[in-house]
């Protein structure tokens, strides 16, 4: 699933620079989470990082993009090809 930011984001700029994969970026009026890169930081972290740092609670699981942890992690691998995880992956995939 990836995350969305509400109607309720007060602008406070904490959220944008905790994304790993730089999924949130300022809309027109408030930030917005790019839900083809959200992995509600699986992959990088145990929580997602906007959520632990929103000071307003603004930051729910996106509806129109469920998904499952694999998918996440599926994505992270996409996203960071050259990380530990995604080598790891290409290794078992190739032998087996």
């Known amino acids: 699933m990836a995350l969305w930011i509400t109607e309720e ?27 083809h890169k959200c992995t509600e930081c699986v992959g990088h972290f145990d929580e997602p990082q906007c959520v632990q740092v929103c000071p307003v609670a603004c930051i729910p699981v996106n ?3 469920v998904e499952s942890k694999d998918l996440l ?14 080598s790891s992956a290409a290794a078992v995939s190739s032998t087996g």
């Open 9 to 35: 984001c007060i602008n406070c700029d904490v959220c944008e620079p905790e994304c790993p994969n730089e999924a949130i970026s300022l809309g027109e009026v408030i930030y917005e989470i790019d839900p």
């Open 63 to 65: 509806p129109a993009f």
């Open 73 to 86: 992690r599926a994505k992270y691998l996409r996203l960071h090809p050259g990380s530990a995880d995604a």
